[in-house]
C-alpha cells in the first residue's frame, strides 16, 4: 500500500515568511497527526485529528501554527510568520482509530528558518 | 500527568554485545507502548508494540521488549548488536482516556562500535 506522502522535502525560508506543508494519508485512515522534531529532541506532537475534527492542538502555538484537514483526507499545517526557533523536520503520521494501532510516518519536511 | 521518559540520550554498544534502551511510563492507567526506530533522514518505522497478549513482545531485526507493570517499564533488548543497529530509538505511548495521543519519549541514540 502507498505510505503517507509529505511535501515538500526541503524548505528554507527567512524569518517572517510564511511556510506550508501538505501531507497525503495512508488511505482508510482516519487520524492524521502533525509532530514537530526539533534535532536531538523526541517528536512533539502539534495536532491530531480524527476524519476532519480536531482531537488535540495543546501543544500547537496557535498565535502562528494553523493546520486543517478537509473531507478527512489531506492535511495542510501552515507557520506564519515563522522564527528560527520553528526550524525542525515536520513529520506528518497517520493511522487507523482506536487501541494500540500503529501510527505509520511520513519522510517529513526539513524547514530551517533563516 | 501521563509522560514517558527514556533514560539516557546516547547509548554505546560493541558490535555483538547485549543492547538495552530504557523507557519508563508514568500514568495510573495501563498505556498501549510502541518503539519506533528513526534511520539518518528517514521517517520512524515501527520495531514493536504491546498488545497484552504476552508481556514479551518480539519485533523486527531481532529485538524485542519486555511490558513490566510493576516497575511501568517497556525496556527494549537485542542480544547482539549489529552495525546496521545504529539509529535513534524512540519510546511511545498513548492512552485510550486521551483518545490516544500518541506522545513521544526523547530518544536514545544507538552507537555501534566495531
Known amino acids: 500500500e502507498a505510505g503517507v506522502a509529505q511535501s515538500p522535502r526541503y524548505k528554507i525560508i527567512e524569518k517572517r515568511q510564511s511556510v506550508a506543508f501538505w501531507c497525503n494519508p495512508i488511505?482508510?485512515?482516519?487520524?492524521l497527526y502533525w509532530y514537530q522534531q526539533i534535532l536531538g529532541q523526541g517528536p512533539k506532537l502539534l495536532i491530531q485529528f480524527q476524519n476532519n475534527g480536531v482531537v488535540d492542538d495543546s501543544q500547537l502555538p496557535k498565535d502562528r501554527f494553523s493546520a486543517e484537514r478537509l473531507k478527512g483526507v489531506d492535511s495542510t499545517l501552515k507557520i506564519q510568520p515563522a522564527k528560527l526557533e520553528d526550524s525542525a523536520v515536520y513529520l506528518c503520521?497517520?493511522?487507523?482509530?482506536?487501541?494500540?494501532?500503529?501510527?505509520?510516518f511520513g519522510q517529513g519536511t526539513r524547514l530551517t528558518v533563516v | 500527568a501521563q509522560s514517558v521518559t527514556q533514560l539516557g540520550s546516547h547509548v554505546s554498544v560493541s558490535e555483538g554485545a547485549l543492547v538495552l534502551l530504557r523507557c519508563n511510563y508514568s500514568?495510573?492507567?495501563?498505556?498501549?507502548l510502541f518503539w519506533y526506530v528513526q534511520y539518518p533522514n528517514q521517517g520512524l518505522q515501527l520495531l514493536l508494540k504491546?498488545?497484552?497478549?504476552?508481556?514479551l513482545v518480539k519485533g523486527i531485526n531481532g529485538f524485542e521488549a519486555e511490558f513490566k507493570k510493576s516497575e511501568t517499564s517497556f525496556h527494549l533488548t537485542k542480544p547482539s548488536a549489529h552495525m546496521s543497529d545504529a539509529a535513534e530509538y524512540f519510546c511511545?505511548?498513548?492512552?485510550?482516556?486521551?483518545?490516544?495521543?500518541?506522545?513521544f519519549g526523547s530518544g536514545t541514540r544507538l552507537l555501534v562500535r566495531p
Open positions: 488511505s482508510g485512515h482516519a487520524t
Open positions: 503520521a497517520s493511522s487507523s482509530w482506536g487501541p494500540n494501532t500503529e501510527a505509520f
Open positions: 511511545a505511548v498513548s492512552w485510550m482516556d486521551s483518545s490516544y495521543k500518541l506522545i
Open positions: 500514568s495510573s492507567v495501563p498505556p498501549y
Open positions: 504491546y498488545t497484552s497478549a504476552a508481556t
